[in-house]
């Protein structure tokens, strides 16, 4: 009789689909850029950059795909990098909204 094995799940990026699914993608990229930074999200300063708050091409390139992962929202690792504020992003985030290199993933496939 074959006996099942209890085998750990595969290793995942803890924070990629931490948070509320409830949540929006503009108060998604506040608490997984707290993640990655070590802060709450009560301490980040949305008129500063996250690349002033200390975000570097590692993380905003993990920050990408988890906005990607729990939200479909395809947003460069460069615009995240950017000098636009934190709260910038967010406006622009709210209903996947305003700017060209944010786009629904069915539409960002299209122009690789």
């Known amino acids: 009789m074959p006996t099942a094995t209890s085998e750990p799940p595969p290793a995942q990026d803890p924070g990629a689909a931490s948070g509320p699914r409830g949540k929006g993608g503009a108060e998604s990229l506040v608490e997984h850029a ?4 070590g802060l709450s999200a009560s301490d980040i300063d949305e008129r500063r950059s996250l690349r002033e708050l200390g975000l570097d091409s590692l993380m905003a390139t993990q920050l990408r795909q988890r906005l990607r992962r729990s939200h479909g929202i395809d947003i460069s690792a460069g615009r995240l990098l950017s000098a636009e504020s934190v709260s910038g992003l967010r406006e622009s985030l709210d209903g ?15 122009l690789a």
């Open 34 to 37: 707290a993640a990655l930074l």
């Open 96 to 110: 996947h909204g305003a700017g060209p290199e944010v786009l629904p993933p069915e539409e960002s496939r299209h």
